[in-house]
């Protein structure tokens, strides 16, 4: 071993120290304040639908109570409990740690408002992450999304991240609720767990909360204007409008959240009025305006195989000249990656995409597969290994019309690609994820 490399280890090697060091003390700190005010807490995990599940539920529940949720990425050690303090985090600053602390002794020596509901969007990367979470956060109200191979890499398959989300089901005591969704054969199999009887909810209707009718609204111009559905729970039937809404999967997150406001015996039709406002996040299924008189279905913020199976089905139904799919690297399947990228070949050609542009080590299995099986031609398939290159021969082709569906994890930066193609990029840090001054400086960097 060089001393480099031997450099490099003892500073990994520290910074992990400091890491673990950081998130004992967190912890604790958290504990502490969960001791003193002992909130309702509704933890949400799966491998897609978090964030889209946590953001109803908000909807629902600030329509009756204070709450508090998880803002941005915070659902891992360190964001958890700096959601429980209410705090930023510090990053590299002993400046902005020492603010953590002071917000905290606050809340612990003098009255403030404190939320009555926290809503944890609860992350999982590698085993034992839910344990440890659960250690220091009793979970009243469990959700459980969909499970995939999101974050394979770490676990293995797919069979060993059910058995680690698996583990908040079985941690609700006899006071708490559990809700999972019956769409996903993995998620129901966690009812044996529960301690205390579970709710289900979904578009089957042998769940207990489940939605029917689904219809993608359209104005007299055939422009998209929403989604609508019947709400369907003991007997009864509501109308909700879902008026910001392009995908139907978001129809599971807002049943997710409704199902929240049954478990906690609030009146139903007042949580259905309140979640018609729900808005996705940026970079989640997000219709935005391209040149040329385009339209960007903007879903960069993260990508896994069902979801972009999801966004997929959402594009093929919408009215367009030209279907056009977008697609960086799902990273962290492991040994899946090139299967999965490779199958992408047939779900694109099944739904009818006139064209497909893949960027990304990852992803060019995908493009090869496209090419090989027929799928497409050489004119109609281009490969990319930049997200701003990519973007940028986009716009060179896109016509009045065409609707583009823009898709990618994290690390390949996807929203570079869509604000080469927006009608104003001006709006680019107002419409767009990862817009803040770190991320926007930030280079991409192939993962």
Not at 148 to 166: D, L, Q, T
Not at 235 to 252: N, Q
Request: net charge positive.
């Amino acid at each position: 071993m060089t001393d480099r490399s031997h450099d490099n280890d003892s500073m990994k090697t520290e910074k992990t120290r400091k890491r673990r060091i950081l998130e004992t003390i967190l912890r604790w700190m958290a504990h502490v304040l969960l001791k003193k005010y002992n909130p309702i807490i509704v933890g949400i995990t799966g491998s897609v639908g978090k964030t889209s599940a946590k953001e109803a539920t908000f909807l629902v529940l600030s329509h009756f109570y204070r709450v508090r949720q998880s803002q941005k990425n915070y659902n891992n050690e360190i964001g958890i409990p700096l959601t429980i303090i209410g705090a930023r985090s510090g990053e590299q600053s002993l400046r902005g740690w020492a603010r953590v602390v002071v917000q905290w002794f606050w809340a612990l020596l003098f009255p403030v408002e404190y939320p009555e509901v926290l809503i944890l969007e609860m992350g999982i990367d590698r085993p034992g992450d839910m344990k440890y979470l659960l250690s220091f956060v009793p979970v009243r109200i469990a959700v459980v999304t969909a499970i995939g191979p999101a974050h394979v890499e770490f676990f293995g398959n797919v069979e060993r991240i059910a058995a680690e989300k698996e583990r908040i089901v079985s941690a609700i005591g006899s006071n708490g609720s559990v809700i999972l969704n019956a769409d996903d054969q993995r998620v129901m199999a966690m009812e044996k767990k529960a301690k205390v009887p579970v709710t289900t909810f979904g578009c089957v209707e042998t769940a207990r909360v489940f939605a029917s009718d689904i219809m993608q609204n359209f104005s007299r111009d055939k422009a998209l204007k929403g989604i609508s559905f019947k709400l369907n729970y003991d007997g009864k039937s509501i109308p909700v409008r879902l008026h910001h809404v392009v995908a139907r999967h978001y129809v599971s997150a807002v049943l997710a959240a409704l199902s929240v406001g049954i478990a906690l015996r609030l009146n139903l039709v007042e949580c259905a009025r309140a979640v018609e406002n729900f808005i996705p996040l940026p970079g989640r299924m997000n219709l935005l305006d391209g040149i040329n008189g385009s339209t960007i279905i903007d879903d960069t913020y993260n990508a896994s195989p069902r979801a972009v199976e999801a966004a997929v089905q959402t594009l093929a139904k919408m009215p367009a000249a030209r279907r056009i799919v977008v697609l960086g690297d799902m990273l962290e399947l492991g040994e899946l990656s090139e299967r999965e990228h490779a199958a992408i070949a047939s779900l694109l050609a099944s739904h009818h995409i006139t064209f497909f542009y893949a960027m990304g080590e990852c992803m060019e299995h995908a493009y090869r597969a496209a090419l090989s099986g027929g799928h497409f031609t050489p004119d109609t398939v281009f490969y990319f290994e930049d997200p701003v290159l990519t973007g940028r021969a986009l716009a060179s082709m896109l016509r009045e019309g065409d609707v583009v569906l823009v898709k990618g994890s994290q690390g390949m930066r996807m929203e570079k690609a869509v604000e080469e193609i927006m009608a104003d990029p001006h709006k680019a840090q107002e419409l767009l994820c990862r817009q803040s001054p770190e991320w926007r400086t930030k280079p991409f960097v192939r993962p």
